[in-house]
């Protein structure tokens, strides 16, 4: 990882928080998927809000942008940034 940041300037993935509908937390480690079905990344942490949103912290890969469209078994989720980021 030290390398990779020294020669490209970046790592391949970042963390993101995932909004979704539900009453029912993602389960750690379920793939991330992209609407066209490639897996881009998986959940780390989840957990509900009431009345009925959850919310996780997921490793995406980088090129994923803010408020995508991604499933969590079949969930649909939407992206959001943890922290602003310089590109």
């Known amino acids: 990882v030290v390398a990779r940041l020294h020669l ?17 937390p993602l389960p750690f480690g379920a793939e991330v998927r992209s609407s066209e079905g490639t897996v881009v990344g998986d959940v780390r942490s989840s957990a509900c809000v009431p009345p009925d949103r959850c919310v996780a912290i997921a490793m995406l ?18 992206v959001a940034p943890l922290a602003p980021t310089s590109s």
Not at 61 to 78: G, S
């Open 8 to 24: 490209r300037g970046h790592v391949n993935r970042r963390l993101v928080l995932l909004s979704s509908a539900g009453r029912t």
């Open 61 to 78: 890969r980088r090129e994923i942008p803010d408020h995508a469209q991604l499933l969590v078994n079949e969930r649909a989720c939407t």
